[in-house]
Nanobody
Framework: QVQLVESGGGLVQAGGSLRLSCAAS????????LGWFRQAPGKERQFVAS????????YYVDSVEGRFTISRDNTKNTLYLQMNSLKPEDTAVYYC???????????????WGQGTQVTVSS
């Protein structure tokens, strides 16, 4: 199993940037595909970005492509989400997740962090 802990959330002005981190435990970290999801109040959990176990393949939801960058450092057991040009609609709790496939479907991910709040003011 793998344990995930997100950090880096906070309050930022529209147009600003944040970098989220997800620290993972377990020596099998490098074998997992990883993803970022977000959930705003009253809405379903939404796929944001994902990355393959090697880091060689990434996916993004259309609304963040060109603004967000997902990356991982397997030597540090850490997943990152660099968020630039933030918009108020990006406001949500952001979760990192680990699974065997970097798909857009939440159920494909077996392990989840507790989430970190991102708030973007207009």
């Amino acid at each position: 199993q793998v344990q995930l802990v997100e950090s880096g959330g906070g309050l930022v002005q529209a147009g600003g940037s944040l970098r989220l981190s997800c620290a993972a435990s377990g020596r099998t970290f490098s074998a997992y595909a990883l993803g970022w999801f977000r959930q705003a109040p009253g809405k379903e959990r939404q796929f944001v970005a994902s990355i393959s176990s090697s880091g060689g393949s990434t996916y993004y939801v259309d609304s963040v492509e060109g603004r967000f960058t997902i990356s991982r450092d397997n030597t540090k057991n850490t997943l990152y989400l660099q968020m630039n040009s933030l918009k108020p609609e990006d406001t949500a709790v952001y979760y990192c997740a680990a699974g065997y496939d970097h798909t857009v479907v939440p159920s494909a991910y077996a392990y989840w962090g507790q989430g970190t709040q991102v708030t973007v003011s207009s």
